[in-house]
């Protein structure tokens, strides 16, 4: 019979995360640095769905429309994770939410295991000198992957959140003449893989290579310590699709992404 818990274990939820540690690696991420809240499902002793309960909503796993009551008065900014998982919880949650402004299904999902020839650029981890330079950048790559404005929304947040980046070492880019030629940062980093968010070029630098160049040698130096990189993008963006696969990068999933706020 299945049952809620509230909350598992981090060695049940580490566990459930091993089968699955690129879709679930913002899970395990989580649950490794004690943030947030997390509700699960168990039968016969092991956890058979899981759901992060936190600005956002993440779920996984089967059976997470058993959740809805735990995770139903939360009001997230998005419900984001594994394609199926999230419809099942979001067709259990859904009238006690607004309608989204967004709704993103088919989002794919990339991963990379043999690193890429080294591209020879500049990329280098970002440093809290840096931190003026990346603010905007970083808003304008939120702004256009999410469609809302976080840095006019709350500055002070997003400016200390861009800072908690860099001081995470989670914060990579490429600088020339004072212009940021590429930037990435990571969202989730575990001892099996690190997921990437904000791959980004200013729009007026776009079709010149540095993209492609840059996010070679950032999975050079990152697969020297996980055995996998990974990422997911907007089904629509054919240029992010081309350049993920032009560097080795594979399908393997689709999430769906509901945004609120």
């Known amino acids: 019979m299945a049952t809620v818990v509230d909350p598992p274990t981090l060695e049940a939820i580490l566990d459930f995360c091993a089968a699955e540690p690129i879709e679930r690696v913002f899970l395990e991420d989580i649950a490794r640095r004690g943030l947030g809240r997390f509700v699960a499902v168990e039968e ?128 990579w880019l490429w600088v020339e003449a004072g212009r940021i030629r590429f930037k990435a940062e990571a969202s989730a980093w575990t001892p099996l893989a690190i997921q990437l968010q904000q791959v980004w070029v200013d729009p007026e630098d776009r079709g010149r290579g540095y993209a492609k160049r840059a996010l070679a040698d950032l999975c050079v130096v990152l697969l020297s310590r996980v055995p996998a990189v990974c990422l997911f993008a907007r089904s629509e963006n054919a240029p992010a699709l081309a350049l993920y696969a032009s560097i080795g990068m594979r399908r393997t999933l689709s999430y769906r992404s509901l945004i609120f706020a």
Not at 96 to 114: C, H, I, K, N, S
Request: net charge neutral; aromatic share 4%; charged share 25%.
């Open 44 to 171: 016969h002793g092991r956890l058979t769905a899981l759901c992060h309960a936190g600005a956002n909503l993440v779920p996984s796993g089967t059976g997470v429309a058993v959740l809805a009551k735990a995770v139903g008065r939360s009001r997230p900014r998005m419900i984001v994770g594994e394609e199926r998982a999230v419809g099942e919880l979001w067709g259990a949650i859904r009238r006690t939410l607004p309608v989204p402004l967004e709704d993103r299904p088919g989002q794919p999902v990339f991963e990379l295991e043999a690193p890429p020839p080294p591209a020879g650029t500049g990329l280098r981890a970002a440093t809290l000198d840096d931190l003026d330079l990346l603010v905007p950048a970083c808003a304008a790559a939120y702004l256009e992957e999410v469609g809302i404005d976080a840095c006019a929304r709350d500055p002070d947040l997003f400016r200390w959140r861009t800072r908690s980046q860099i001081e995470l070492g989670r914060s």
